[in-house]
Protein backbone atom coordinates (compact mmCIF):
# COMPACT_ATOMS: atom_id res chain seq x y z
CA UNK A 1 0.00 0.00 0.00
CA UNK A 2 1.15 3.48 -0.79
CA UNK A 3 3.50 5.27 2.17
CA UNK A 4 4.61 1.53 3.89
CA UNK A 5 6.99 0.58 1.91
CA UNK A 6 7.41 -3.16 0.26
CA UNK A 7 7.10 -6.02 2.96
CA UNK A 8 8.14 -9.16 2.77
CA UNK A 9 6.16 -11.97 1.50
CA UNK A 10 5.49 -15.60 2.88
CA UNK A 11 4.42 -18.71 1.12
CA UNK A 12 1.01 -18.93 3.36
CA UNK A 13 -0.70 -17.02 5.66
CA UNK A 14 -0.52 -19.60 8.06
CA UNK A 15 3.22 -19.59 8.44
CA UNK A 16 3.06 -16.40 10.76
CA UNK A 17 5.63 -18.45 13.53
CA UNK A 18 3.09 -18.63 16.33
CA UNK A 19 -0.76 -20.74 16.78
CA UNK A 20 -3.36 -18.29 16.01
CA UNK A 21 -5.75 -20.44 18.04
CA UNK A 22 -3.76 -19.20 21.01
CA UNK A 23 -4.58 -15.51 20.52
CA UNK A 24 -7.95 -13.91 20.16
CA UNK A 25 -8.80 -12.93 16.55
CA UNK A 26 -6.07 -15.05 14.63
CA UNK A 27 -5.59 -11.35 12.29
CA UNK A 28 -1.96 -10.78 13.36
CA UNK A 29 -3.19 -7.51 15.01
CA UNK A 30 -0.01 -7.58 17.70
CA UNK A 31 3.12 -5.90 17.55
CA UNK A 32 5.06 -8.94 16.29
CA UNK A 33 7.07 -8.13 13.70
CA UNK A 34 5.59 -11.41 11.84
CA UNK A 35 2.20 -9.09 11.45
CA UNK A 36 3.74 -7.47 8.58
CA UNK A 37 4.40 -10.02 6.63
CA UNK A 38 0.93 -10.88 5.99
CA UNK A 39 -0.15 -10.59 2.21
CA UNK A 40 -2.55 -7.55 1.25
CA UNK A 41 -5.80 -7.86 -0.44
CA UNK A 42 -5.02 -4.92 -2.46
CA UNK A 43 -2.87 -2.28 -3.74
CA UNK A 44 -0.06 -2.79 -6.67
CA UNK A 45 2.66 -5.09 -6.98
CA UNK A 46 2.21 -8.84 -8.05
CA UNK A 47 -1.84 -8.98 -9.19
CA UNK A 48 -2.19 -12.52 -8.84
CA UNK A 49 0.06 -12.50 -5.59
CA UNK A 50 -2.66 -9.97 -3.80
CA UNK A 51 -5.65 -11.62 -5.33
CA UNK A 52 -4.85 -15.09 -4.01
CA UNK A 53 -4.26 -13.32 -0.39
CA UNK A 54 -7.59 -11.84 -1.15
CA UNK A 55 -8.82 -14.64 -1.65
CA UNK A 56 -7.60 -16.73 1.29
CA UNK A 57 -8.60 -13.56 3.25
CA UNK A 58 -12.01 -14.03 1.87
CA UNK A 59 -12.29 -17.55 2.77
CA UNK A 60 -11.00 -17.27 6.56
CA UNK A 61 -12.38 -13.83 7.01
CA UNK A 62 -15.78 -14.89 8.69
CA UNK A 63 -14.42 -17.78 10.86
CA UNK A 64 -11.93 -15.77 12.13
CA UNK A 65 -14.78 -13.62 13.15
CA UNK A 66 -17.00 -16.43 14.58
CA UNK A 67 -13.26 -17.88 16.56
CA UNK A 68 -12.70 -14.93 17.93
CA UNK A 69 -16.26 -14.35 19.61
CA UNK A 70 -15.83 -18.21 20.83
CA UNK A 71 -13.01 -17.31 22.22
CA UNK A 72 -14.13 -14.15 24.23
CA UNK A 73 -17.04 -16.74 25.67
CA UNK A 74 -14.56 -18.85 27.01
CA UNK A 75 -12.34 -16.35 28.29
CA UNK A 76 -15.23 -15.21 30.50
CA UNK A 77 -16.58 -18.81 31.36
CA UNK A 78 -13.24 -19.07 32.85
CA UNK A 79 -13.65 -16.12 34.77
CA UNK A 80 -16.37 -16.47 35.85
CA UNK A 81 -15.66 -20.36 37.22
CA UNK A 82 -12.32 -18.56 38.45
CA UNK A 83 -14.21 -16.03 40.46
CA UNK A 84 -17.12 -18.69 41.42
CA UNK A 85 -14.27 -20.80 42.80
CA UNK A 86 -13.07 -18.08 44.59
CA UNK A 87 -16.03 -16.91 46.17
CA UNK A 88 -17.32 -20.41 46.69
CA UNK A 89 -13.88 -21.59 48.62
CA UNK A 90 -13.71 -18.55 50.76
CA UNK A 91 -17.73 -18.71 51.48
CA UNK A 92 -16.60 -22.63 52.50
CA UNK A 93 -13.35 -21.24 54.37
CA UNK A 94 -15.89 -18.58 56.38
CA UNK A 95 -18.72 -21.62 57.07
CA UNK A 96 -15.77 -24.01 59.09
CA UNK A 97 -14.76 -20.99 60.37
CA UNK A 98 -17.90 -20.43 62.16
CA UNK A 99 -18.44 -24.11 62.57
CA UNK A 100 -15.17 -24.38 64.77
CA UNK A 101 -16.23 -21.36 66.72
CA UNK A 102 -19.64 -23.02 67.44
CA UNK A 103 -18.09 -25.70 68.56
CA UNK A 104 -16.53 -23.32 71.69
CA UNK A 105 -17.85 -23.64 74.94
CA UNK A 106 -16.52 -20.57 76.63
CA UNK A 107 -17.05 -18.98 80.36
CA UNK A 108 -16.25 -15.78 82.21
CA UNK A 109 -11.97 -15.81 83.08
CA UNK A 110 -12.86 -15.03 86.66
CA UNK A 111 -15.43 -15.15 89.40
CA UNK A 112 -14.84 -11.85 90.26
CA UNK A 113 -12.35 -12.63 93.60
CA UNK A 114 -8.59 -12.61 91.82
CA UNK A 115 -5.96 -10.81 94.11
CA UNK A 116 -3.35 -10.77 91.28
CA UNK A 117 -2.28 -8.12 88.74
CA UNK A 118 -0.69 -8.36 85.02
CA UNK A 119 2.83 -8.19 84.77
CA UNK A 120 3.63 -4.93 83.35
CA UNK A 121 5.40 -6.13 79.67
CA UNK A 122 9.05 -5.75 78.95
CA UNK A 123 11.00 -3.57 76.45
CA UNK A 124 9.70 -5.52 73.66
CA UNK A 125 6.37 -4.98 74.66
CA UNK A 126 6.01 -8.66 75.64
CA UNK A 127 4.08 -10.01 79.11
CA UNK A 128 4.19 -13.72 80.51
CA UNK A 129 1.48 -15.57 79.11
CA UNK A 130 0.14 -18.17 82.23
CA UNK A 131 -2.91 -20.37 81.18
CA UNK A 132 -4.70 -22.33 84.07
CA UNK A 133 -5.52 -25.93 82.86
CA UNK A 134 -8.06 -28.08 84.52
CA UNK A 135 -9.19 -31.38 83.73
CA UNK A 136 -12.88 -31.69 85.03
CA UNK A 137 -14.17 -35.46 86.70
CA UNK A 138 -17.38 -34.80 85.36
CA UNK A 139 -19.90 -38.06 84.13
CA UNK A 140 -22.83 -35.48 83.38
CA UNK A 141 -22.75 -37.15 79.22
CA UNK A 142 -23.08 -40.39 78.59
CA UNK A 143 -19.74 -40.03 76.90
CA UNK A 144 -18.25 -39.23 80.15
CA UNK A 145 -20.32 -42.06 82.34
CA UNK A 146 -18.95 -44.78 80.04
CA UNK A 147 -15.65 -43.91 80.53
CA UNK A 148 -15.42 -44.40 84.28
CA UNK A 149 -17.42 -43.68 87.61
CA UNK A 150 -20.97 -44.74 88.94
CA UNK A 151 -24.02 -43.56 87.72
CA UNK A 152 -24.94 -41.81 91.53
CA UNK A 153 -22.21 -39.18 90.23
CA UNK A 154 -24.13 -37.80 87.54
CA UNK A 155 -25.70 -34.72 88.02
CA UNK A 156 -23.17 -33.80 90.93
CA UNK A 157 -21.05 -30.82 91.16
CA UNK A 158 -17.93 -32.24 89.29
CA UNK A 159 -14.34 -31.56 90.68
CA UNK A 160 -11.02 -29.99 89.52
CA UNK A 161 -9.09 -33.21 89.75
CA UNK A 162 -6.23 -31.75 87.96
CA UNK A 163 -4.54 -28.57 87.81
CA UNK A 164 -1.71 -27.24 86.18
CA UNK A 165 -0.54 -23.78 85.35
CA UNK A 166 1.26 -23.15 81.95
CA UNK A 167 3.75 -20.34 82.15
CA UNK A 168 5.11 -19.21 78.79
CA UNK A 169 8.36 -16.37 79.31
CA UNK A 170 7.42 -12.84 77.95
CA UNK A 171 10.03 -13.48 75.78
CA UNK A 172 8.97 -17.03 74.63
CA UNK A 173 12.40 -19.06 74.97
CA UNK A 174 11.31 -21.02 78.27
CA UNK A 175 7.78 -22.56 79.95
CA UNK A 176 7.24 -24.01 83.21
CA UNK A 177 3.94 -26.35 83.74
CA UNK A 178 3.15 -26.43 87.49
CA UNK A 179 0.80 -28.49 89.12
CA UNK A 180 -0.72 -28.34 92.69
CA UNK A 181 -2.40 -32.04 93.62
CA UNK A 182 -5.70 -32.34 94.14
CA UNK A 183 -5.91 -32.42 97.64
CA UNK A 184 -4.07 -29.58 98.67
CA UNK A 185 -6.06 -27.63 101.34
CA UNK A 186 -6.29 -23.98 100.88
CA UNK A 187 -8.28 -20.61 101.11
CA UNK A 188 -10.69 -20.85 98.61
CA UNK A 189 -12.66 -16.87 97.84
CA UNK A 190 -16.43 -16.46 97.53
CA UNK A 191 -17.73 -17.53 94.32
CA UNK A 192 -20.97 -17.64 92.42
CA UNK A 193 -21.59 -20.02 89.62
CA UNK A 194 -22.12 -18.70 86.39
CA UNK A 195 -24.53 -21.68 85.16
CA UNK A 196 -26.84 -22.12 88.75
CA UNK A 197 -26.07 -18.69 90.42
CA UNK A 198 -25.43 -20.56 93.50
CA UNK A 199 -23.14 -18.41 95.90
CA UNK A 200 -20.07 -20.05 97.69
CA UNK A 201 -18.99 -17.55 100.38
CA UNK A 202 -14.86 -17.98 101.47
CA UNK A 203 -13.82 -20.91 103.20
CA UNK A 204 -10.73 -23.19 103.45
CA UNK A 205 -11.31 -26.38 101.71
CA UNK A 206 -9.63 -28.79 99.18
CA UNK A 207 -8.63 -27.02 96.11
CA UNK A 208 -10.72 -29.45 93.55
CA UNK A 209 -13.74 -28.11 95.27
CA UNK A 210 -13.34 -25.02 93.50
CA UNK A 211 -15.22 -25.92 90.36
CA UNK A 212 -18.28 -25.83 92.52
CA UNK A 213 -18.15 -22.23 91.50
CA UNK A 214 -16.98 -22.91 88.00
CA UNK A 215 -12.80 -22.57 86.43
CA UNK A 216 -13.35 -18.52 87.14
CA UNK A 217 -13.20 -19.48 90.83
CA UNK A 218 -10.19 -22.48 90.11
CA UNK A 219 -8.29 -19.24 88.81
CA UNK A 220 -9.27 -16.98 91.30
CA UNK A 221 -8.00 -19.46 93.99
CA UNK A 222 -4.59 -20.27 92.12
CA UNK A 223 -4.09 -16.23 91.90
CA UNK A 224 -4.66 -15.80 95.55
CA UNK A 225 -2.41 -18.65 96.48
CA UNK A 226 0.00 -17.66 94.08
CA UNK A 227 -0.16 -14.06 93.01
CA UNK A 228 0.30 -14.50 89.50
CA UNK A 229 -2.08 -13.62 87.56
CA UNK A 230 -3.57 -15.96 85.07
CA UNK A 231 -4.75 -15.18 81.62
CA UNK A 232 -6.40 -17.72 80.32
CA UNK A 233 -8.07 -21.24 81.55
CA UNK A 234 -8.84 -24.22 79.62
CA UNK A 235 -10.98 -27.48 80.74
CA UNK A 236 -11.15 -30.65 79.48
CA UNK A 237 -13.29 -33.68 80.40
CA UNK A 238 -12.84 -37.36 80.10
CA UNK A 239 -13.91 -37.95 77.06
CA UNK A 240 -12.38 -34.54 75.62
CA UNK A 241 -9.04 -36.49 76.74
CA UNK A 242 -9.69 -39.40 74.80
CA UNK A 243 -10.75 -37.12 71.83
CA UNK A 244 -7.76 -35.37 71.67
CA UNK A 245 -5.47 -38.28 72.52
CA UNK A 246 -6.50 -39.44 68.87
CA UNK A 247 -6.16 -36.43 66.81
CA UNK A 248 -2.55 -36.31 68.16
CA UNK A 249 -1.64 -39.74 67.04
CA UNK A 250 -0.79 -41.10 70.74
CA UNK A 251 2.42 -40.15 72.60
CA UNK A 252 4.97 -42.54 73.94
CA UNK A 253 5.32 -43.70 77.78
CA UNK A 254 6.94 -45.78 79.38
CA UNK A 255 6.56 -48.36 82.95
CA UNK A 256 9.59 -50.38 84.51
CA UNK A 257 7.67 -52.65 85.23
CA UNK A 258 4.17 -54.87 84.08
CA UNK A 259 1.26 -52.60 85.07
CA UNK A 260 -1.90 -53.63 86.00
CA UNK A 261 -4.15 -50.97 87.68
CA UNK A 262 -7.53 -52.83 89.22
CA UNK A 263 -9.11 -52.64 92.07
CA UNK A 264 -7.74 -54.10 95.60
CA UNK A 265 -8.83 -55.60 98.96
CA UNK A 266 -9.66 -51.89 100.53
CA UNK A 267 -8.57 -49.87 97.81
CA UNK A 268 -11.31 -49.49 95.58
CA UNK A 269 -11.76 -48.29 92.20
CA UNK A 270 -8.58 -48.05 89.50
CA UNK A 271 -7.63 -47.15 86.25
CA UNK A 272 -7.71 -50.52 84.66
CA UNK A 273 -4.43 -49.40 82.76
CA UNK A 274 -2.48 -52.50 81.64
CA UNK A 275 0.32 -52.47 80.29
CA UNK A 276 3.82 -54.44 79.78
CA UNK A 277 6.88 -53.44 81.25
CA UNK A 278 8.85 -51.11 78.69
CA UNK A 279 7.86 -47.77 75.93
CA UNK A 280 4.77 -47.79 74.72
CA UNK A 281 2.22 -45.61 72.61
CA UNK A 282 -1.12 -44.74 73.57
CA UNK A 283 -4.00 -42.82 72.52
CA UNK A 284 -7.24 -42.79 72.92
CA UNK A 285 -8.93 -44.65 76.10
CA UNK A 286 -5.72 -45.98 76.99
CA UNK A 287 -4.69 -42.41 77.25
CA UNK A 288 -7.23 -41.62 79.34
CA UNK A 289 -6.01 -44.73 81.72
CA UNK A 290 -2.39 -43.33 81.87
CA UNK A 291 -3.96 -40.23 82.82
CA UNK A 292 -5.96 -40.94 85.63
CA UNK A 293 -3.54 -44.05 87.20
CA UNK A 294 -2.85 -43.35 90.34
CA UNK A 295 -2.61 -46.55 93.23
CA UNK A 296 -0.25 -48.14 90.52
CA UNK A 297 2.07 -44.66 91.04
CA UNK A 298 1.79 -44.70 94.46
CA UNK A 299 0.23 -41.66 95.22
CA UNK A 300 -1.31 -38.42 93.55
CA UNK A 301 1.95 -37.13 93.40
CA UNK A 302 3.44 -40.31 91.04
CA UNK A 303 0.00 -39.36 88.56
CA UNK A 304 1.05 -35.67 87.92
CA UNK A 305 4.83 -36.81 87.21
CA UNK A 306 2.86 -39.39 84.91
CA UNK A 307 0.73 -36.57 83.52
CA UNK A 308 3.82 -33.92 83.20
CA UNK A 309 5.58 -37.15 80.95
CA UNK A 310 2.71 -37.57 78.73
CA UNK A 311 2.14 -33.62 78.07
CA UNK A 312 5.91 -33.61 76.94
CA UNK A 313 5.86 -36.54 74.68
CA UNK A 314 2.70 -34.82 73.33
CA UNK A 315 4.60 -31.65 72.85
CA UNK A 316 7.32 -33.74 71.23
CA UNK A 317 4.94 -35.66 69.06
CA UNK A 318 3.69 -32.07 67.69
CA UNK A 319 7.12 -30.78 66.79
CA UNK A 320 7.95 -33.99 65.05
CA UNK A 321 4.46 -33.71 63.01
CA UNK A 322 5.22 -30.40 61.93
CA UNK A 323 1.50 -29.69 63.72
CA UNK A 324 2.09 -25.63 64.14
CA UNK A 325 2.83 -24.95 60.49
CA UNK A 326 0.80 -28.40 58.66
CA UNK A 327 -2.25 -27.03 57.38
CA UNK A 328 -4.04 -30.69 57.35
CA UNK A 329 -2.80 -31.31 60.78
CA UNK A 330 -4.01 -27.88 62.21
CA UNK A 331 -7.63 -28.29 60.62
CA UNK A 332 -7.68 -31.83 62.21
CA UNK A 333 -6.86 -30.72 65.74
CA UNK A 334 -8.71 -27.74 65.18
CA UNK A 335 -12.05 -29.37 65.05
CA UNK A 336 -10.92 -31.89 67.68
CA UNK A 337 -10.16 -29.11 69.98
CA UNK A 338 -12.57 -26.98 69.79
CA UNK A 339 -15.51 -29.75 70.22
CA UNK A 340 -13.09 -31.36 73.28
CA UNK A 341 -12.54 -27.87 75.15
CA UNK A 342 -14.08 -25.38 77.43
CA UNK A 343 -12.26 -22.09 77.51
CA UNK A 344 -12.44 -18.64 79.14
CA UNK A 345 -14.02 -16.04 76.88
CA UNK A 346 -11.25 -13.45 75.84
CA UNK A 347 -9.90 -16.71 74.08
CA UNK A 348 -13.11 -17.77 72.91
CA UNK A 349 -12.59 -18.10 69.46
CA UNK A 350 -10.21 -20.11 66.76
CA UNK A 351 -8.12 -17.19 65.71
CA UNK A 352 -7.32 -16.68 69.47
CA UNK A 353 -6.82 -20.50 70.40
CA UNK A 354 -4.70 -20.45 67.17
CA UNK A 355 -2.24 -17.19 67.98
CA UNK A 356 -2.12 -19.14 71.85
CA UNK A 357 -0.56 -22.34 69.99
CA UNK A 358 1.57 -20.14 67.72
CA UNK A 359 3.11 -18.90 70.39
CA UNK A 360 4.31 -22.22 72.33
CA UNK A 361 5.69 -23.81 69.16
CA UNK A 362 9.24 -21.89 69.57
CA UNK A 363 9.61 -22.57 73.46
CA UNK A 364 12.85 -25.50 72.95
CA UNK A 365 11.88 -28.18 75.05
CA UNK A 366 14.60 -28.49 76.85
CA UNK A 367 13.32 -25.34 78.42
CA UNK A 368 10.09 -26.48 78.94
CA UNK A 369 9.85 -27.91 82.91
CA UNK A 370 7.47 -29.47 84.69
CA UNK A 371 6.58 -30.19 88.10
CA UNK A 372 4.59 -30.63 91.10
CA UNK A 373 4.62 -28.11 94.23
CA UNK A 374 6.22 -28.73 96.90
CA UNK A 375 4.33 -29.95 99.78
CA UNK A 376 4.07 -31.25 103.02
CA UNK A 377 1.46 -33.27 105.27
CA UNK A 378 -1.80 -31.33 106.51
CA UNK A 379 -1.65 -31.65 110.46
CA UNK A 380 -5.37 -31.62 110.10
CA UNK A 381 -5.07 -35.02 107.73
CA UNK A 382 -1.74 -36.02 107.14
CA UNK A 383 -2.94 -39.38 104.91
CA UNK A 384 -5.44 -37.55 102.68
CA UNK A 385 -4.39 -33.88 102.06
CA UNK A 386 -1.35 -31.06 101.80
CA UNK A 387 -0.24 -27.86 102.03
CA UNK A 388 1.53 -26.00 100.03
CA UNK A 389 5.40 -26.08 102.08
CA UNK A 390 6.59 -22.83 103.77
CA UNK A 391 9.36 -21.39 101.73
CA UNK A 392 10.05 -23.98 99.47
CA UNK A 393 6.46 -23.12 97.18
CA UNK A 394 6.48 -19.15 97.90
CA UNK A 395 9.75 -19.39 96.08
CA UNK A 396 8.20 -21.16 93.19
CA UNK A 397 5.30 -18.74 93.14
CA UNK A 398 7.97 -15.83 93.37
CA UNK A 399 10.14 -17.41 90.43
CA UNK A 400 6.69 -17.18 88.12
CA UNK A 401 6.11 -13.62 89.32
CA UNK A 402 9.21 -12.49 88.29
CA UNK A 403 9.51 -14.30 84.99
CA UNK A 404 11.84 -16.29 85.76
CA UNK A 405 13.05 -19.68 84.18
CA UNK A 406 13.24 -23.36 86.22
CA UNK A 407 16.37 -23.84 84.78
CA UNK A 408 18.86 -23.61 88.11
CA UNK A 409 21.25 -22.49 85.03
CA UNK A 410 19.14 -19.64 83.89
CA UNK A 411 18.46 -18.71 87.26
CA UNK A 412 22.29 -18.62 88.47
CA UNK A 413 22.73 -15.94 85.59
CA UNK A 414 19.38 -13.63 86.69
CA UNK A 415 20.79 -14.15 90.37
CA UNK A 416 24.42 -12.89 89.30
CA UNK A 417 23.11 -10.29 87.11
CA UNK A 418 20.57 -8.67 90.22
CA UNK A 419 23.79 -8.70 92.46
CA UNK A 420 25.33 -6.29 89.74
CA UNK A 421 22.04 -4.33 90.67
CA UNK A 422 21.75 -1.10 92.31
CA UNK A 423 21.56 -0.92 95.92
CA UNK A 424 18.56 -0.14 97.97
CA UNK A 425 18.36 3.88 98.99
CA UNK A 426 18.69 5.09 102.70
CA UNK A 427 15.48 4.06 104.39
CA UNK A 428 14.81 7.68 105.06
CA UNK A 429 14.65 8.35 101.35
CA UNK A 430 11.65 5.99 100.79
CA UNK A 431 8.50 7.14 100.67
CA UNK A 432 6.23 3.40 101.49
CA UNK A 433 2.23 3.82 101.16
CA UNK A 434 1.00 0.97 103.80
CA UNK A 435 -2.36 -0.77 103.39
CA UNK A 436 -4.66 -2.72 105.41
CA UNK A 437 -5.62 -5.66 103.32
CA UNK A 438 -6.58 -8.07 106.49
CA UNK A 439 -10.03 -8.65 105.32
CA UNK A 440 -8.80 -10.89 102.54
CA UNK A 441 -10.18 -14.26 103.88
CA UNK A 442 -13.36 -13.07 104.66
CA UNK A 443 -13.02 -11.74 108.61
CA UNK A 444 -13.55 -8.16 109.10
CA UNK A 445 -10.24 -5.79 108.84
CA UNK A 446 -8.23 -5.04 111.98
CA UNK A 447 -9.10 -1.85 112.65
CA UNK A 448 -5.95 0.34 112.57
CA UNK A 449 -3.48 -2.16 111.04
CA UNK A 450 -2.02 -0.14 108.73
CA UNK A 451 -1.14 2.32 110.99
CA UNK A 452 0.30 0.25 113.14
CA UNK A 453 2.67 -1.29 110.55
CA UNK A 454 3.49 2.14 109.39
CA UNK A 455 4.92 2.98 113.00
CA UNK A 456 6.94 -0.16 113.26
CA UNK A 457 8.57 0.49 109.69
CA UNK A 458 9.08 4.32 111.20
CA UNK A 459 10.54 2.95 113.83
CA UNK A 460 13.16 1.17 111.34
CA UNK A 461 14.39 4.49 109.87
CA UNK A 462 11.25 4.70 106.79
CA UNK A 463 10.36 8.03 107.84
CA UNK A 464 8.67 8.84 105.04
CA UNK A 465 6.15 5.57 105.30
CA UNK A 466 2.69 6.82 105.54
CA UNK A 467 -1.09 4.80 105.42
CA UNK A 468 -3.43 4.74 102.42
CA UNK A 469 -7.20 5.99 102.92
CA UNK A 470 -8.45 3.01 100.45
CA UNK A 471 -7.99 -0.47 102.14
CA UNK A 472 -6.69 -3.58 100.28
CA UNK A 473 -6.79 -7.58 99.95
CA UNK A 474 -4.33 -9.94 100.29
CA UNK A 475 -4.09 -12.93 101.85
CA UNK A 476 -0.32 -12.80 102.72
CA UNK A 477 1.53 -9.65 103.40
CA UNK A 478 3.16 -8.21 100.48
CA UNK A 479 5.75 -5.27 99.05
CA UNK A 480 5.20 -4.42 96.00
CA UNK A 481 6.74 -1.83 93.43
CA UNK A 482 6.43 -0.50 89.63
CA UNK A 483 7.23 -1.75 86.67
CA UNK A 484 8.55 1.85 86.13
CA UNK A 485 10.89 1.66 88.83
CA UNK A 486 13.01 -1.51 87.43
CA UNK A 487 15.51 -2.70 89.41
CA UNK A 488 16.03 0.21 91.57
CA UNK A 489 12.69 -0.78 92.60
CA UNK A 490 13.11 -4.32 93.54
CA UNK A 491 16.07 -3.37 95.21
CA UNK A 492 13.81 -0.93 97.64
CA UNK A 493 10.98 -3.02 98.18
CA UNK A 494 13.52 -6.20 99.07
CA UNK A 495 14.97 -3.47 102.25
CA UNK A 496 11.40 -3.17 103.52
CA UNK A 497 10.59 -6.60 103.02
CA UNK A 498 14.08 -7.36 105.16
CA UNK A 499 13.64 -4.41 107.81
CA UNK A 500 10.45 -6.56 108.95
CA UNK A 501 11.60 -9.93 108.79
CA UNK A 502 9.89 -10.21 105.42
CA UNK A 503 11.12 -13.11 103.12
CA UNK A 504 12.08 -11.71 99.37
CA UNK A 505 9.10 -14.05 98.22
CA UNK A 506 7.11 -11.35 99.52
CA UNK A 507 8.18 -8.86 97.00
CA UNK A 508 6.49 -8.63 93.53
CA UNK A 509 6.60 -6.11 91.04
CA UNK A 510 3.09 -4.49 89.86
CA UNK A 511 2.44 -2.69 86.90
CA UNK A 512 2.81 1.54 86.93
CA UNK A 513 0.36 3.22 88.78
CA UNK A 514 0.84 2.90 92.27
CA UNK A 515 4.53 3.34 94.48
CA UNK A 516 6.10 1.20 96.63
CA UNK A 517 3.40 0.02 98.71
CA UNK A 518 3.49 -2.24 101.90
CA UNK A 519 -0.15 -4.23 101.83
CA UNK A 520 -1.09 -6.07 105.67
CA UNK A 521 -2.72 -9.15 104.97
CA UNK A 522 -4.62 -11.62 106.79
CA UNK A 523 -1.76 -13.85 107.63
CA UNK A 524 -0.34 -10.84 110.39
CA UNK A 525 -3.90 -9.19 111.97
CA UNK A 526 -1.80 -8.53 115.15
CA UNK A 527 1.97 -8.53 116.92
CA UNK A 528 4.63 -6.71 116.13
CA UNK A 529 7.02 -9.07 114.68
CA UNK A 530 6.25 -10.61 111.21
CA UNK A 531 4.68 -14.23 110.87
CA UNK A 532 7.92 -16.22 111.42
CA UNK A 533 7.92 -18.16 107.86
CA UNK A 534 9.77 -21.69 107.89
CA UNK A 535 12.68 -20.94 104.97
CA UNK A 536 13.18 -23.72 102.28
CA UNK A 537 16.95 -23.29 100.75
CA UNK A 538 16.28 -26.10 98.49
CA UNK A 539 15.91 -25.52 94.76
CA UNK A 540 12.22 -26.03 93.88
CA UNK A 541 12.95 -28.56 91.71
CA UNK A 542 14.22 -31.09 93.71
CA UNK A 543 11.74 -33.47 95.22
CA UNK A 544 9.06 -32.53 93.13
CA UNK A 545 8.86 -34.98 90.14
CA UNK A 546 10.30 -32.64 88.24
CA UNK A 547 10.05 -33.51 84.37
CA UNK A 548 11.97 -31.86 81.52
CA UNK A 549 10.88 -31.59 77.71
CA UNK A 550 13.81 -32.52 75.78
CA UNK A 551 14.22 -36.25 78.31
CA UNK A 552 12.90 -39.03 76.10
CA UNK A 553 14.15 -41.69 78.73
CA UNK A 554 12.57 -41.25 81.82
CA UNK A 555 10.14 -44.48 82.41
CA UNK A 556 7.36 -44.36 85.83
CA UNK A 557 7.96 -47.01 88.75
CA UNK A 558 5.28 -49.26 89.26
CA UNK A 559 4.16 -49.21 93.24
CA UNK A 560 4.64 -53.17 93.77
CA UNK A 561 1.08 -54.66 94.11
CA UNK A 562 0.42 -53.46 90.88
CA UNK A 563 2.87 -55.23 88.93
CA UNK A 564 1.24 -58.69 88.28
CA UNK A 565 -0.40 -58.83 84.89
Known sequence: MPGEGTRPRVRHAGQLGRDDDLYEGGDGSGDDGEDAARPETGGSGNGGGGRRAASHGGRRGRPR??????????????????????????????????????NLRKGERSAGNGAAKKKAPNAAGQTPLNILLIGSDSRNSAENLKLGGSKKSVGGTPLADVQMLLHVSADRKN????????????????????????????????INETLRG?????????????????????????????????AVGGAW?????????????????????????????????????????????????????????????????????????????????????????????EIGTVKKLFDLGMQLKDVPLEKMNMLTMPRIPDPKNPEAHVLPKPGAADKLWALLRDDQSLDPKDRAKAAKKAA????????????????NGTSADGQAATEGRASTVRDLLKAKGFTEADT?????????TEVTYPHSAGAQ??????????????????????????????????????GSTFPKVVEDDSDPLEGTESVNGAKTDDCMDVYWPYRQM
Request: glycine share 8%; proline share 5%; hydrophobic share 40%.
Open 489 to 526: GKANALSVAKALGMPASTVSETPDGAGLTLTVGSDWRT
Open 253 to 345: VCVKQDVNDVPKPNVPGGSHLRLTAGKHKIKGEDALKWLRTRHAFESDFGRSKAQHMYLNSVLRELKSQNAFTDTGRLMNLAETATKSLQVSE
Open 468 to 476: STEPGTALT
Open 420 to 435: AGPKAGAPASLGVTVV
Open 214 to 246: GPGCTLDTWEQLTKVYIDHWMMVDFSGVVDMAD
Open 65 to 102: RALKTKKRRVLRWIAFSLAFLILGTGAAGYLWYEHLNS
Open 175 to 206: ASVISIPRDTRVNIPACENPDTHQKYPASNGI
